[in-house]
């Protein structure tokens, strides 16, 4: 199999490194519009509220169509389940890194903990939730 294979393949090791790259796009975006924000005069805390609203629809657009090649108009409930699920990966995200962090784990070491933990569950939750949009058509 080619490199350019895994950009198409339905495959669930394709799936996963389409998903591995569009979360790296979203850090990247994340992380621009966090910098661009506080440069502009606003406060941290709200630049990366603003940023995460946008990171969860961008993801979600990426992850919709690359991801998991779902097509058509999404629907209320799908763009919902999909925020919900969002923001239950990133309360895992956060409690384990709290865990780990309590239980002395290094910063980066913990961060990385939260982020593989919430990852996995948001790669399982998001494949059901467009699997079951896929299911419809």
Not at 86 to 96: A, E, Q, T
């Amino acid at each position: 199999m080619k490199l350019s294979d895994l950009f198409t393949a339905s495959s669930t090791s394709a799936r996963i490194l389409r998903f591995l790259v569009v979360g790296g796009l979203a850090f990247v975006l994340d992380a621009g519009l966090v910098v661009g924000l506080v440069h502009l005069g606003l406060d941290v805390y709200l630049s990366r509220a603003l940023s995460l609203i946008v990171v969860v629809l961008f993801t979600f657009v990426l992850n919709r169509q690359a991801t998991f090649a779902v097509t058509g108009w999404p629907s209320v409930q799908e763009v919902a389940a999909y925020v919900a699920a969002s923001l239950i990966g990133l309360l895992i995200n956060y409690l384990v890194f709290v865990g780990t962090t309590w239980v002395k784990f290094p910063l980066l070491l913990a961060m990385a903990a939260g982020t593989i933990v919430a990852s996995t569950f948001n790669f399982l939750a998001y494949g059901k939730i467009f699997k079951a949009k896929t299911n419809q058509v």
